[in-house]
């Protein structure tokens, strides 16, 4: 089950997907599962100033936390996260298959096997968008929230309109959400990369 949080002051609904605390000692909830496409993963739960976040570590490897989810887009049509990333694969682009690795991955799927991939690229410029499957019968629409190393090492907030996405990417309405993955990946370029997760939440209304 998801965990629900609400204020009464604003009727503002979060539907919390992925919860830092929930990982002690750096275990895996019962409700999150460990992916492994390639290599050993590094999973840490960890303290940075006053947050508790995840920290994923890729060395030559392709890996993921995913859980399932049942979630209405449009009653809850906001995604917020916190991300860092410290370290990028070195020539990542998700454009090329050959360089197809990325430091972070929030990816977001539908009923109908359609997915949305928000993505911290090494290369790709910011705000791009385009389709990204190479998995028949898997539909992939990658969205770059942040590119290159200006921001590395900084927290940042991202928020998106998941059901206006999908219907930019796909052009038509969005099915239920049924899952979440987190991912990090360096085997393409044969290198190392790492990045932080906090707070992954879904919410009815825009976050300030």
Not at 73 to 85: D, E, H, I, N, Q
Not at 183 to 195: C, D, K, L
């Amino acid at each position: 089950m998801l965990a629900l949080g609400t204020s009464a002051l604003t009727s503002e609904l979060a539907f919390v997907v992925f919860n830092p605390d929930n990982w002690v000692d750096g275990r895996t909830p019962a409700d999150w599962h460990v992916k492994v496409n390639h290599g050993r993963p590094q999973i840490d739960s960890c303290t940075d100033g006053s947050c508790r976040c995840v920290r994923l570590r890729s060395v030559d490897s392709s890996f993921a936390l995913e859980r399932e989810t049942d979630v209405d887009p449009y009653k809850a049509r906001y995604l917020s996260w916190r991300w860092k990333v410290t370290q990028l694969p070195m020539g990542g682009n998700f454009r090329r298959p050959a360089t197809d690795d990325q430091a972070a991955q929030v990816l977001v799927a539908f009923a109908d096997r359609h997915i949305l991939s928000y993505i911290w690229d090494s290369t790709a410029p910011k705000g791009t968008m385009e389709s990204s499957s190479s998995i028949p019968l898997l539909h992939i629409f990658a969205i770059v929230c942040e590119s290159g190393t200006a921001e590395a090492g900084k927290w940042l907030r991202e928020v998106r309109d998941v059901a206006a996405d999908y219907e930019r990417a796909y052009g038509k309405p969005a099915p239920h959400i049924k899952g979440l993955r987190l991912q990090i990946n360096s085997q393409h370029t044969g290198s190392s990369a790492e990045s932080y997760f906090e707070e992954v939440a879904f919410r009815n209304q825009q976050p300030n």
